[in-house]
């Protein structure tokens, strides 16, 4: 391996619309070995927010997108400041911000945002980008991306081990390596993870709160159950892997008639945000009875839902009623910071691509082969 791609910044914002994610990371070796160097958080000013709502809506016009797209550009490349005492960056993966994402196999169509020359400019390195449309182009599904990263670094000889990242949108990788050869991988969105949650607290608290700190708001509610079975008869969940799913499906259109349900019943706020709660842990629980050949032994969350509480509580409740036992740990358990897994798996893919490899798994995309993924800049 060429030694100016050891050091690689990944980047990372999700579809939560919180905050930019970075991590800088050592790749060794042809495997590669993983090493986090550092990890940092950038929250995203009010303004700029604003404007990113509006665009992932539908709602901005094609001048206010383009201009959207340099000033995130501009905002990665101030925030791209590494440590003191770290190296400097070789290179960077920039997922960028997906402001439209539809995986239908009829005309598939993905759109992250955010322009990468000011990244390469600032750190006078190349700047991998726009990984997604490489997978819809074989007809994958563009996502979850995030597999490659937990196959390297937490799948475990001889085990079953699922990572369930929670961003806006929840995913999950089963990895299966209770048999010789290469394990088994499956991997699939789950459905909305923090996005309804996040969306809830801020409606319900006129924009003071963003999000529900370790899930102390929904631990004060009670979940409705009758709701909870009705929102989960939404089509995605019975939809059979490879697939994804975001802001389309689970976006304004879905909390309005949630938030319509919990109205109607004249539920509490916290009553309905502990009901949102608990629609993000049942269908993961589904999603590994219904679609996993068996259970995982181990369940890894990642993502800024993984610090929720109450909705570590409600997994496990859930995996109790199916009789069904598995240690539920966190990244950082592991010695990867939950918020440092995914911009640390779009550095592994820049890696990838810089060293001529395929990034994707057909087996979880859906793609007709590998591909390498990602743009240079």
Known sequence: MQRRYQHILGIMSGTSLDAVDFALCKFQGMKPGIELLSSWQASFPSPLRKSLWKAAGGEATSWETAQLHHDLGRFYARHAQVPEGSPRPDAAGLHGQTIFHNPARNSPATFQIGEPSYLAAKLQAPVISNFRAGDLAVGGQGA??????????????????AVQNLGGIGNLTSIDARRS???????FDTGPANMLIDRACREWTQGRLSFDRDGAW???GRVNEPLLRTWLRH???????????????????FFSKAQADVWRRHMSDADGLATLTALTAASIANSCTAFLPSLPSRLVLCGGGARNLTLRRMLREQFERRSQSLEIITGDDLGWPVSSIEPAAFALLAWLKLQGRPGNLPETTGASCAVQLGSVT
């Open 218 to 220: 929904a631990s004060r």
């Open 235 to 253: 089509r995605f969940f019975a939809r059979t892997p490879p697939k994804s799913t975001g802001r389309e499906e689970f976006g304004d259109v």
């Open 144 to 161: 979850p991306l995030a597999s490659m990263f937990h196959l390297n670094v937490f799948a475990q000889p001889g085990k079953h081990v």
């Open 181 to 187: 050869g290469s394990p088994s991988i499956l991997a």
